[in-house]
């Protein structure tokens, strides 16, 4: 599962900037993997299932929230630069932080696919690797291709460890530190 990340193409203090004029023109980028990435604009369905998602985790675990695109310093020395769908923490965690915050206290991050050709390669490949690397001890990813709800966990060596795929509709065990079950069903309704 790992993938080794190669050095990056540009500095990450180059990319921070290219990606602050592309926010201010509505375009999110990511710089994973030393790869340069546009973020795909989300759709309602896509919307629908992170906002359900921060229901859910919210009632299971109050103490935490799961904050939604928010920018985290990923991979090898934390040189690259990530927008999860979720990334799941302490309520407080990122005050104070800039755009592109310490993934330190992230419990788990979740990703949702799109429908875009650069989903297999960003999300399965690039961005579990980005996220053992950082040292984020649970990533779910919510596979709307599939109709899958994989959970990467114990991250060692620059890779996670164990994965556990669910169909859409079954329950799914979130390991240790997040550490509830995840009722899946409601997921099946915003998949094509």
Do not use: N
């Not at 900037?17 to 030393?34: C, D, M, P, S, T």
């Amino acid at each position: 599962m790992t993938v080794t990340e190669p050095r990056p193409q540009m500095p990450t203090e180059a990319f921070e900037a290219i990606a602050a004029a592309a926010e201010r023109e509505g375009v999110r980028l990511e710089f994973v993997g030393g790869r340069l990435g546009v973020r795909a604009a989300p759709d309602g369905d896509h919307s629908e299932a992170v906002r359900w998602l921060t229901r859910y985790c919210v009632r299971h675990r109050p103490d935490l929230w799961l904050y939604a695109q928010r920018g985290l310093r990923v991979g090898t020395c934390r040189t690259g630069r990530a927008r999860p769908a979720g990334a799941l923490a302490a309520s407080g965690t990122f005050a104070g932080q800039g755009e592109w915050a310490d993934p330190g206290q992230v419990l788990m991050v979740v990703e949702v696919t799109s429908y875009d050709g650069d989903t297999d390669r960003r999300l399965r490949e690039e961005k579990p690797s980005a996220y053992a690397q950082a040292g984020i001890p649970v990533y779910l990813l919510i596979d709307r291709c599939a109709r899958e709800a994989l959970v990467y966990s114990a991250p060692e060596s620059g890779g996670y460890t164990r994965l556990l795929r669910r169909r859409l509709g079954k329950p799914v065990e979130l390991p240790a530190p997040v550490g509830f079950s995840l009722d899946t069903g409601a997921l099946k309704g915003w998949v094509r």
